[in-house]
């Protein structure tokens, strides 16, 4: 079958949830037994993400293939369990980024480059690019909101790609906003009519209205919408308000999508196996219990920075049958005065990953809390290095140990600037700056990791060697690594030639671990990641007692 494509544009305003719902989409079209993809077209210029503050655009999301990728992409995978890659994530930056580079090259014979043809011709290379022989369906957000001007040339190039493919190898899905007015009493479609006018100007005459709200449409409202906008009128469907994101698909399903994308693409007629779904959701509504996570970060004011982060440990809850409660904490307000008050509750503490000085002090503070009480610890990225910064100060006793990146004249730099990194899977040595554009070395992507036996990390993973998502510039210093293991640190996760430490953690001590790697990038509602899992299993432990899990 010719690969078919569904485009996911947004209307009236900005973080509707159009990733969400495209995942959904995919999801239930897998379900279906329909292999797919799903890529995200952001209008922004930056190259990627890989710059941008967590505070105006959430986490920097890393593929098995080092590139630096949208949040959404994380949606992608968790919902479709299928791994993205750079072609799966492109910018309006990285698109003019290789259409300049063309021109200076001389590709374009000296011609005019102008947006039309040129940089919409780049964009629909991008998105065939997706489509192969073993590929049913590929989705395709586009980022932002219609009406955004800097998303001009992603419209248009979706525009041309009916023309160029045939209609009935192009859905187009619009996501708008149908909001309730509490005062009136009323459901408003105005927004929905001008949003839908707006791309019907560009040339886009939607197939399917979906229509976000914080309750149900009923069928009038809904044949108000399919009369305004041009649809048919089963082609309106609600996406409404849901208290946990995992039950979209099945609300979707609810509504016939699923059923009407197959019809209008004429797609394999069965129906989806979504028992899997089901199960899920029937966990996360019908927990046996619940237990507190302090998340020690500097981003806890923007949930979306640390949502991966978020998903993984909820994942680690389905695994262990516990509602997960995270706390976040700025790690700014943490010293030896308030550790005890803001984590005396906690039956886990989680330091996550980061770049910068600033709360470092503070997770240090959590660190020497975690471990001098027994408190299940899971340390990522930079958590892991302060993990071994406090280990290092207050258990080796190296005065003022510290890594590069916070103190380059420090006595001890137990973490440090790496100086070079290795490529194991193509089996070389690269130089350094290969894969960083930052100004500084960079760490991208997905790396193996052998594993100690009779460690807590062999006791998750249940295996000799694994390979994880890296995203980072620092080091563990190898310098220290035989005066560390002496005072009791163990290294139990080590790249394969051992020159690069993955994994450190305490054999004293109930569950405490840290990793240089980002586990959350590769946890799955229905396969929670190992160290999720024993990281929640521990804290349910360490609340309720030693009780097995029931089967």
């Known amino acids: 079958m010719k690969t078919k494509f569904i485009f996911v544009t947004g209307g009236v305003l900005s973080s509707l949830g159009k990733g969400l719902a495209a995942a959904s989409i995919g999801a239930l079209l897998k379900a279906r037994g329909l292999t797919c993809t799903i890529q995200k077209l952001d209008p922004y210029i930056n190259v990627d993400p890989g710059t941008m503050n967590p505070f105006q655009h959430g986490e920097v999301y890393v593929t098995d293939d080092g590139a630096e990728t949208d949040l959404d992409m994380g949606h992608y995978e968790r919902y479709l369990d299928v791994p993205m890659s750079q072609r799966n994530n492109y910018t309006s930056g990285s698109i003019y980024h290789t259409v300049i ?39 395709v957000e586009i980022g932002g909101t219609v009406g955004d001007i800097e998303g ?73 919408i399919a009369l305004f906008c041009n649809v048919d009128k089963d082609a309106v469907f609600c996406a409404v308000d849901v208290d946990n994101i995992y039950k979209v698909p099945l609300k979707l399903y609810d509504e016939g999508l699923d059923q009407k994308v197959a019809i209008m693409l004429k797609l394999p007629a069965k129906n989806p196996d979504l028992s899997a779904w089901h199960a899920l959701v029937q966990r996360l509504d019908h927990p046996q219990g619940e237990v507190t996570i302090g998340i020690c970060g500097k981003y806890v004011d923007l949930k979306e920075a640390y949502k991966s982060l978020h998903e993984a440990l909820v994942h680690g809850g389905v695994a262990n049958e516990v509602k997960v409660n995270l706390r976040y904490i700025n790690s700014e307000e943490i010293d030896s ?107 991208l992507g997905a790396y193996p990791c052998r594993l100690v036996s009779d460690t807590q990390a062999y006791a998750a993973y249940g295996q000799d060697d694994i390979d994880e998502r890296h995203r980072h510039r620092y080091e563990f210093n190898k310098a220290y690594f035989e005066q560390l293991k002496a005072k009791g640190l163990t290294f139990s996760g080590l790249s394969p030639d051992g020159e690069l430490v993955e994994i450190v953690e305490l054999a004293d001590h109930p569950w405490f671990l840290g990793c240089q790697f980002h586990p959350e990038f590769k946890s799955n509602p229905m396969r929670p990641h190992p160290l999720f899992r024993e990281f929640i299993g521990a804290a349910k432990r360490l609340k309720y007692g030693a009780k097995k899990k029931k089967d």
């Open 101 to 139: 580079t063309k021109e200076r090259r001389g590709d374009y014979l000296g011609g005019t480059v102008q947006v039309i043809p040129h940089i919409t011709d780049e964009i629909k290379r991008a998105v065939l690019s997706l489509g192969g022989d073993n590929l049913d369906v590929a989705l």
């Open 152 to 224: 001009l040339p992603f419209l248009e190039a979706i525009r041309q790609l009916r023309s160029d493919l045939g209609k009935e190898n192009v859905l187009y899905i619009h996501l708008t906003l149908v909001p309730y007015i509490k005062t009136a009493g009323e459901l408003k479609t105005k927004p929905t009519q001008h949003s839908v006018k707006e791309l019907r100007s560009i040339g886009i005459q939607p197939d399917i209205v979906l229509c976000r709200s914080e309750c149900a449409l009923d069928e009038s409202v809904k044949a108000k």
């Open 337 to 443: 005065k308030s550790v005890a008050g803001l984590l005396k509750d906690c039956d886990g503490v989680l330091v996550p990953g980061g770049f910068g000085s600033r709360g470092v002090e503070g997770k240090i503070k959590a660190i020497e809390y975690a471990r001098k009480n027994k408190v299940p610890f899971f340390g990522i990225c930079l958590g892991m290095q302060c993990a071994v910064i406090e280990f290092a100060r207050n258990v080796a006793g190296l005065a003022g140990a510290n890594s590069e990146e916070f103190d380059q004249n420090t006595a001890h730099p137990v973490i440090y600037l790496m100086k070079e990194w290795y490529d194991f899977q193509k089996g070389r040595m690269e130089v350094r700056d290969a894969l960083c554009n930052k100004g500084g070395t960079m760490r």
